[in-house]
């Protein structure tokens, strides 16, 4: 087992033994991290999968009650782990999410499905490798995709497919290229990587870019989407009055030594859109951080491609 699902394994085991989360429990579920794999992310996967594998039967609402739940409660928190977005704003929004509610659900439906312990087990290892099977990657990571069309841009390798229009950002320091941005339909997504550098993560730069956002009259709100923590958010862009403000969502990751940054703009940034393709470009990138991305200066810059844009 690895190490979230083996943390995730003991957090279920007193659940289940004592009808209640543990200080201890709560404290290694780790429940609010979500750049990174923690035992609170694998027993919501395992609980998605678990609540997937029964909807592929026809069945999505439980035969027995869940404590703690009542029966609306429960119905939204399984449509919106199933991906139904029209009802992740009303759970989001009565704060259902949380340790000892997923617990509470993820614990019924093992006992109406008679799993076993070893069958738990399984689940949750099951559960830690979905969680660790998905991007953005590093260049050295063999567990990335092969398959897919990437545009080799030096310090990043990004998803391209026919039709889409890419334009690289350059510096208006020094001229070198800084980032890209992709452009599919009436969705675009910027990408820049950095390097991390001291204690920088992907949840201070977020932090700081809330913060950033709100300073200048807009606003910006967590929210946890298909590529972990990400904001919501209404930037100013220059403008006249009614005009001058830009819905995104700013989605960000922590790599070996490096964080990538995706600002989505467009419809697919928009509260209600459940749109992927945005997703599946950022999860889709690969960072290339060389010998040369060194000093002071986080930025990883890019190059042209070989083929051109």
């Known amino acids: 087992m690895g190490e979230a699902s083996d943390a995730a394994r003991s957090v279920v085991a007193q659940f289940r033994r004592d009808g209640f989360v543990a200080p201890e429990s709560a404290q290694r579920a780790e429940f609010e991290v979500w750049d990174r794999v923690t035992p609170g992310w694998v027993l919501l996967v395992a609980l998605q999968i678990l609540l997937?594998?029964?909807?592929?039967?026809?069945?999505?609402?439980?035969?027995r009650p869940v404590r703690g739940l009542d029966d609306e409660e429960a119905r939204l928190m399984i449509r919106t782990l199933l991906g139904d977005a029209t009802a992740a704003p009303e759970t989001s929004r009565r704060d259902l999410i949380t340790l000892d509610r997923l617990l509470e659900l993820l614990a019924s439906v093992i006992a109406e499905e008679s799993l076993s312990d070893e069958e738990v087990h399984a689940l949750l290892e099951a559960?830690?490798?979905?969680?660790?099977?998905?991007?953005?990657?590093?260049?050295?990571?063999?567990?990335?995709?092969q398959s897919g069309e990437l545009v080799d841009l030096g310090g990043l390798l990004v998803p391209t497919e026919p039709g889409l229009k890419i334009e690289?950002?350059?510096?208006?320091?020094?001229?070198?290229?800084?980032?890209?941005?992709?452009?599919?339909?009436?969705?675009?997504?910027?990408?820049?990587?950095?390097?991390?550098?001291?204690?920088?993560?992907?949840?201070?730069?977020?932090?700081d870019l809330a913060r950033t956002m709100r300073g200048r009259g807009g606003s910006a709100e967590e929210r946890v989407g298909p590529a972990g923590t990400e904001l919501q958010a209404v930037v100013r862009i220059q403008g006249p009055p009614g005009k001058d403000r830009q819905t995104a969502r700013v989605l960000g990751h922590d790599g070996p030594g490096w964080i990538l940054r995706g600002f989505v703009t467009g419809v697919g940034a928009e509260p209600g859109s459940t749109e992927e393709w945005p997703y599946e470009t950022f999860q889709g990138t690969v960072v290339r951080m060389s010998a040369e991305d060194h000093g002071t200066d986080p930025l990883i810059r890019l190059r042209q491609p070989e083929s051109g844009v």
Request: charged content about 30%.
């Open 52 to 63: 997937e594998l029964r909807a592929e039967d026809g069945r999505t609402d439980l035969g």
């Open 127 to 145: 559960a830690e490798e979905s969680c660790r099977a998905v991007g953005p990657w590093d260049v050295s990571d063999d567990r990335r995709p």
């Open 168 to 207: 690289l950002m350059s510096s208006r320091r020094d001229g070198s290229l800084v980032g890209v941005t992709l452009i599919r339909g009436r969705t675009a997504i910027q990408l820049q990587a950095f390097r991390a550098l001291g204690d920088t993560s992907w949840a201070s730069v977020r932090e």
